[in-house]
Nanobody, 124 residues
Framework: QLQLVESGGGLVQPGGSLRLSCAAS????????IGWFRQAPGKEREGIVC????????YYDYSVKGRFTISRDNAKNTVYLQMNSLQPSDTAVYYC?????????????????WGQGTQVTVSS
């Protein structure tokens, strides 16, 4: 059974940091593009970061570039999202997703497997 499990969300003050983890089971992450998406209340799910299989090239949306960093540990079959300088506008449920042959990294339909999501709340 293919499964992704996110962890690491929580409540943090503005300017703080969190590290999200996305652990895979049932398949090897290093053959897939892994994307991080987020969905705030009343808004559509948006793709913010992805890392490609093979060469490990990355994509960052302008809203998180310079603050968020994606990395992968193939030995642990886990992808991480380090989030620094968090702002209230970053509050959302964060999802990781895996896709094979992804051409448009911010399009949710390009991904085949999704985690259950983890809540990130940035508030003082």
């Amino acid at each position: 059974q293919l499964q992704l499990v996110e962890s690491g969300g929580g409540l943090v003050q503005p300017g703080g940091s969190l590290r999200l983890s996305c652990a895979a089971s049932g398949f090897s992450l290093d053959y897939y593009t892994i994307g991080w998406f987020r969905q705030a209340p009343g808004k559509e799910r948006e793709g913010i970061v992805c890392i490609n299989s093979g060469d490990g090239t990355t994509y960052y949306d302008y809203s998180v570039k310079g603050r968020f960093t994606i990395s992968r540990d193939n030995a642990k079959n886990t992808v991480y999202l380090q989030m620094n300088s968090l702002q209230p506008s970053d509050t959302a449920v964060y999802y990781c997703a895996a896709g094979f042959g992804v051409r448009s990294p911010v399009v949710p339909a390009q991904y085949d497997c999704w985690g259950q999501g983890t809540q990130v709340t940035v508030s003082s």
